[in-house]
């Protein structure tokens, strides 16, 4: 059972007349349930990969197969209402909105998604036992340590129930002992069953993972695990 599924990818770019094969034909199953590093030197094509697995961009040709779904063919209205329906995105920098509290980050694709008043607050409340900041729900993200603000922005992601969670160097921002404890909740939540597949250049971060894939020149040189 595959929470992704890709096929004979491409993204090329052209530049007048050069092109460049960011994604050079990679295909990959991504099992569900599963704890992905994708990794590679810088130019590898793990910013292109990562674009199109969070459907904030299209192949050249190829298709994605989210849950069983073509999404490579989408519009750009159809992507955006696939990433808030069905994606749970966690950053390097957490980008949660600093007018808001802990409460209403959380729970801000909720609003979006439509679901009530009494809705958002207790699956906040509930995701925010989850990342152990039950007692933060009425702090600001400037109130927080960025260990914590972290936090935040795993609850956030995790708010829809999304088929998985896409982490961009989640702890390239954070000391090593900090990077531990984010690394752990990942884990925890992947033990609970959550899909997750991570982006990082770090292989101290990336030993952490279940599966290794790692990109070279905009192909699959190989996986580990
Ligand atoms: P990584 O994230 O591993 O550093 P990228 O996916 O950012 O790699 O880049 C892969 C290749 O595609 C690189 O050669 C990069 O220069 C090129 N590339 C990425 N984005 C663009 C773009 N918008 N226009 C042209 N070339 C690009
Ligand atoms: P009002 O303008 O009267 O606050 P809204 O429908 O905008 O009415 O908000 C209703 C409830 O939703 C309020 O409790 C508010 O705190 C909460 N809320 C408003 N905006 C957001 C948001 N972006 N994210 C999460 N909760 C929100």
Redesign the pocket.
């Known amino acids: 059972d595959y929470a992704v599924q890709l096929v004979d990818l491409y993204k090329i770019y052209k530049m007048g007349t050069q092109e460049v094969r960011a994604l050079d034909g990679v295909s990959a199953d991504f099992d569900k349930g599963s704890f992905w590093a994708i990794m590679g030197p810088s130019g590898s094509g793990k910013s292109t990969m990562l674009n199109l697995l969070g459907c904030l961009d299209r192949p050249t040709s190829g298709s994605y197969y989210l849950s069983g779904r073509d999404v490579s063919i989408l519009d750009d209205n159809e992507l955006s209402d696939i990433r808030l329906k069905y994606l749970g995105f966690i950053f390097q920098s957490f980008n949660l ?1 600093p007018q ?1 509290t802990v409460e ?1 980050n959380i ?2 694709p909720l ?1 979006y998604l439509g679901w009530s ?1 009494k809705e ?1 607050t207790d699956r906040a409340h509930s995701l925010a036992k989850l990342v152990g900041l039950e007692d933060r729900l009425r702090h600001r993200p400037t109130e927080l340590s960025g260990g914590q603000q972290q936090r935040v922005a795993i609850a956030r992601a995790l708010s829809n129930d999304p088929v998985f969670l896409l982490a961009d160097e989640p702890t390239g921002n954070l000391d090593s002992a900090t990077s531990m404890e984010i690394i752990e909740l990942l884990q925890k939540l992947n033990q609970e069953g959550k899909t997750i597949i991570m982006v990082t250049h770090e292989p101290d971060i990336a030993k952490f993972a279940r599966k290794r894939l790692y990109m070279r020149d905009g192909k699959i040189q190989k996986v580990e695990g």
Do not use: D, F, K, Q
């Open positions: 909105i808001l209403e729970a801000l609003y008043a958002r």
